[in-house]
Nanobody, 123 residues
């Protein structure tokens, strides 16, 4: 079992930055690929970024590429999402998730999910 708790969301003006954190419980955190997904009001949840268990591989949605950066610290059982140059369309609830695969963009391959943290970007 892996329990995930996100933090770091909030209200920011367009062009600003936020850093999300996701703290994981359990001793097997380093065995999981981690992903960030987001769900905007009235829309389906979508992939944002993912990182392999070692941190050597990452993947990003085209909509966030070049602005967001995912990283992890296996010693602290934490994954991060650095979000720069934020836009109003980045407004969403952001979820972190853990997958037993090497690296996945597919929600169905993620076994554990956090409760989400709200990010609101004002124009």
């Amino acid at each position: 079992q892996v329990q995930l708790v996100e933090s770091g969301g909030g209200l920011v003006q367009a062009g600003g930055s936020l850093r999300l954190s996701c703290a994981a419980s359990g001793r097997t955190f380093s065995r999981y690929a981690m992903g960030w997904f987001r769900q905007a009001p009235g829309k389906e949840r979508e992939f944002a970024a993912a990182i392999s268990w070692s941190g050597s591989s990452t993947s990003y949605a085209d909509s966030v590429k070049g602005r967001f950066s995912i990283s992890r610290d296996n010693g602290k059982n934490t994954v991060y999402l650095q979000m720069n140059s934020l836009k109003p369309e980045d407004t969403a609830v952001y979820y972190c998730a853990a997958s037993g695969t090497y690296l996945s963009l597919r929600q169905i391959e993620y076994n554990y999910w956090g409760q989400g943290t709200q990010v609101t970007v004002s124009s």
